[in-house]
């Protein structure tokens, strides 16, 4: 298997831009996570899904961010407006189930919002 | 606040050492497990040590869980430079996501 994909690696855009990030998870995962590191904060979690319906967004800083998951191996995260303070590295991971199993992480995309 | 925080938040060592990280929780959890992260890289699992357990080992790695004293312990032996990474503790709180500490940075010296 080749892991979780996540699309483009690197992204640079300019502020009030649209930003979209792309994940597939591993074929047979069943549970799907959005994080974002940053050096203040850490590694943050998102939004995470369960057989492709979200199941909790508390995570997500505001309306500007919004993710969806069509179907079982797609996802995306989209930022709009973005903003600088986007700025981060965005990891997807997905796991097989989800509770007690490990999660995966993909490669992560590093954004730079100017 | 984390729910998990990793100490020390930097270790060096020569090759050849053995590393310890500790990651202490503020509540009861039913799993804990540890992460790896290269430098550039997505996270890695190492190893998931269940509420009911106290020890597990894989390969060099040996991890330890003190419900008790809410805390868990991560030793690499014989350390490599390829062991270089920040090292993540995750714990679910009793939910169903877990949450990862800050992390401690291990710099493995030839």
């Known amino acids: 298997d080749a892991g979780v994909i996540q699309s483009p690696r690197h992204e640079v855009t300019e502020m009030g831009q649209e930003v979209t990030l792309r994940c597939k998870p591993i074929s047979g995962h069943n549970s799907l996570f959005w994080y974002r590191q940053t050096m203040m904060r850490g590694l943050e979690l998102l939004i995470y899904f369960n057989n492709n319906v979200p199941i909790d967004d508390s995570g997500m800083p505001e309306d500007r961010f919004s993710a969806k998951m069509p179907n079982a191996s797609f996802s995306t995260l989209k930022i709009q407006p973005s903003e600088p303070r986007d700025s981060a590295v965005y990891f997807c991971a997905s796991s097989f189930r989800q509770g007690a199993w490990a999660q995966y992480f993909g490669p992560g995309t590093r954004l730079l919002v100017l | 606040s984390q729910q998990g925080e990793e100490d020390p938040q930097a270790l060096s060592i020569q090759e050849g050492e053995n590393a310890t990280m500790n990651c202490s929780y503020k509540t009861s959890i039913n799993n804990l497990q540890w992460y790896r992260q290269n430098s550039g890289r997505g996270l890695v699992h190492l190893i998931l040590?269940?509420?009911?357990?106290r020890e597990k080992h894989s390969g060099r790695l040996r991890v330890t869980l003190d419900t008790s004293k809410k805390s868990s312990s991560l030793l690499i032996t014989a350390s490599r430079a390829a062991d270089t990474a920040s090292y993540f503790c995750?714990?679910?709180?009793?939910?169903?996501?877990?949450?990862f500490g800050p992390g401690t940075r291990l710099s493995v010296l030839p």
């Open positions: 995750a714990t679910d709180a009793g939910g169903q996501n877990f949450v």
């Open positions: 040590i269940r509420s009911n357990e």
